[in-house]
T-cell receptor, first 114, second 117 residues
Framework: RKEVEQDPGPFNVPEGATVAFNCTYSNSASQSFFWYRQDCRKEPKLLMSVYSSGNEDGRFTAQLNRASQYISLLIRDSKLSDSATYLCVVNKKGWEGGSYIPTFGRGTSLIVHP | DGGITQSPKYLFRKEGQNVTLSCEQNLNHDAMYWYRQDPGQGLRLIYYSQIVNDFQKGDIAEGYSVSREKKESFPLTVTSAQKNPTAFYLC????????????????FGSGTQLSVL
């Protein structure tokens, strides 16, 4: 099982739709979680951190379920400009006593069409 | 403005040649990372460094080498032993959480596209 798994998609949705992505992780000791957005051949940019209590930023909502070891991202009222790849990042322990290392899922592709 | 700078943007490697990718940050971050991204794939960790003069292998370190002589700089050398070097290389840095238990969000450079001639 991969350490961080995402459905690669693509998710093809019309403007205005609501779309949700999930990401599962295998290391129960993982400490922090993030969603990044990546446009083609560009560097990833932080979309939002994911907190245990869940958090919302405008049209975007992130949730963490530690018991089931997954995080989710919900996008409401999709815009054409939301078309991108969404990367899930989980900080896992690098080695016993060591620091946490950001580990990426392979990303989920979203295409929003008119 | 603080940030992280990668150079060059495009790089071509000849057979048997070593090439070095530059990564510099002025964010005063302790941790720095190198990732490789192949088309349609996620980011895979090559090397990371949590503090100056120390670094660790990531998941795909074979054929690569790094150094961390200064806090601001973390260059990556792609050696001739790396038989399939064509990829998009991303350097990143992060700070430590106030309680020291985990690293915070990543700041990325704009990437280097390496191709083989």
């Amino acid at each position: 099982r991969k350490e961080v798994e995402q459905d690669p998609g693509p998710f093809n949705v019309p403007e205005g739709a609501t779309v949700a992505f999930n990401c599962t992780y295998s290391n129960s000791a993982s400490q922090s979680f993030f969603w990044y957005r990546q446009d083609c051949r560009k560097e990833p940019k932080l979309l939002m951190s994911v907190y245990s209590s869940g958090n919302e930023d405008g049209r975007f909502t992130a949730q963490l379920n530690r018991a089931s070891q997954y995080i989710s991202l919900l996008i409401r009222d999709s815009k054409l400009s939301d078309s991108a790849t969404y990367l899930c990042v989980v900080n896992k322990k690098g080695w016993e006593g060591g620091s946490y290392i950001p580990t990426f899922g392979r990303g989920t592709s979203l295409i929003v069409h008119p | 403005d603080g940030g992280i700078t990668q150079s060059p943007k495009y790089l071509f490697r000849k057979e048997g040649q070593n090439v070095t990718l530059s990564c510099e940050q002025n964010l005063n971050h302790d941790a720095m990372y190198w990732y490789r991204q192949d088309p349609g794939q996620g980011l895979r960790l090559i090397y990371y460094s949590q503090i100056v003069n120390d670094f660790q292998k990531g998941d795909i370190a074979e054929g690569y080498s790094v150094s961390r002589e200064k806090k601001e700089s973390f260059p990556l050398t792609v050696t001739s032993a790396q038989k399939n070097p064509t990829a998009f290389y991303l350097c990143a840095s992060s700070d430590r959480a106030p309680d020291g238990t985990t690293n915070e969000k990543l700041f990325f450079g704009s990437g280097t596209q390496l191709s083989v001639l």
